[in-house]
């Protein structure tokens, strides 16, 4: 047997498992009862869930992922650091100043002001 032959057999298996498990799906789901809106803490939304943000959460979210992609390099770096040595020390330092120049550019242009 040709091996293509046999991927498609197994795309073909996992075409019909997936058709197979959306129509049991489909056969086994309640009908449309939703009656009411969507729970938030007892009261009614007082905003659309599509609505616009400010562009100022945009910054801070950027900000967030910069602090945790900063987390995520530390904690491996954390394991290997005395195995590396000085070197690592000094690489590290070098990104968190990257980061830290982030911040104070940020700082500066307002994205930390919240009035």
Request: hydrophobic content about 60%.
């Amino acid at each position: 047997m040709e091996p293509w032959a046999a991927v498609l057999g197994l795309l073909g298996v996992l075409a019909l498992g997936v058709l197979a498990v959306h129509a049991l799906s489909r056969l086994l789901a309640p009908g449309p009862v939703l009656t009411v809106g969507p729970f938030l803490s007892g009261a009614p939304p007082r905003e659309h869930a599509l609505s616009r943000f400010h562009v100022r959460w945009y910054t801070v979210s950027l900000l967030f992922l910069a602090f945790d992609m900063e987390m995520v390099f530390m904690y491996p770096w954390a394991l290997v650091v005395s195995e590396v040595g000085v070197g690592a020390v000094v690489e590290m330092f070098a990104f968190l100043g990257l980061l830290m120049t982030g911040v104070a550019y940020a700082w500066r242009q307002g994205a930390l002001r919240w009035a």
